[in-house]
């Protein structure tokens, strides 16, 4: 029996799960491509889909469905990109180079965040909060790869997240805007 406690302490003790000192996701704070703070409270009211974005990835294509939904849905939901470098390298690019492909190859007009990485030991607050249910209230998950959807009601509470492989105009997506 020792011996059990002495494993569930050593593993508890190694637990990065742990409760972020902050009242809602809107007391997160990352900042814009261009280093600017986006002041993610402006967005109450309005669903946010974050997506973990890459330039280099099978799912890049996705920025089409993206901005196709931001413009479609503008009055109802906010989309953020968040370029991250963690799957395979496939977001070598500075500020400038992301801002650049986006607009040149998709038009992208919606909010892209800093790059950031979105698990492991330097994750980002923002992930920190999507992923663990001790913080969003609703459910763990994991990052498994690039253009993974996490969707936010408007009052800012958790609905759900939605693998790379699900089409940013999903009605899994799109279904929560009409209500």
Same mark, same amino acid.
């Given at each position: 029996m020792n011996t059990l406690k002495a494993f569930v302490a050593t593993f508890s003790s190694k637990s990065t799960v742990k409760k972020m000192d902050i009242d809602s996701i809107y007391d997160i704070k990352i900042n814009a491509l261009n280093d600017k703070p986006i002041d993610l409270a402006n967005f109450k009211g309005k669903h946010v889909l974050f997506v973990n974005v890459a330039s280099k990835c099978g799912f890049t294509p996705q920025y089409e469905g993206l901005q196709k939904l931001h413009d479609t849905h503008k009055d109802k939901i906010q989309i953020i990109g968040v370029p991250c470098n963690q799957f395979g390298g496939q977001e070598p690019?500075?500020?400038?180079? !992301?801002?650049? =492909?986006?607009? *040149? @190859?998709?038009?992208?007009?919606?909010?892209? +965040?800093?790059?950031? $990485? *979105?698990?492991?030991? &330097?994750? &980002? #607050? /923002?992930?920190t909060?999507?992923?663990?249910?001790?913080? @969003?209230? *609703?459910? $763990?998950?994991? *990052?498994?790869? @690039?253009?993974?959807?996490? /969707?936010?009601? #408007? $009052?800012? @509470?958790? !609905? $759900?997240?939605? =693998?790379?492989? +699900?089409? #940013?105009?999903?009605?899994? !997506? +799109?279904? &929560? /805007?009409?209500?």
């Open positions: 690019g500075n500020a400038e180079a !992301i801002e650049s =492909f986006c607009q *040149v @190859n998709y038009g992208v007009t919606f909010q892209i +965040t800093e790059k950031i $990485d *979105v698990k492991g030991k &330097h994750q &980002h #607050p /923002l992930y909060w999507l992923t663990q249910k001790i913080n @969003n209230g *609703v459910k $763990d998950s994991s *990052v498994k790869w @690039n253009f993974q959807k996490y /969707l936010i009601d #408007p $009052d800012g @509470n958790l !609905i $759900d997240y939605f =693998f790379s492989s +699900t089409n #940013p105009l999903s009605s899994k !997506i +799109t279904t &929560h /805007l009409k209500k």
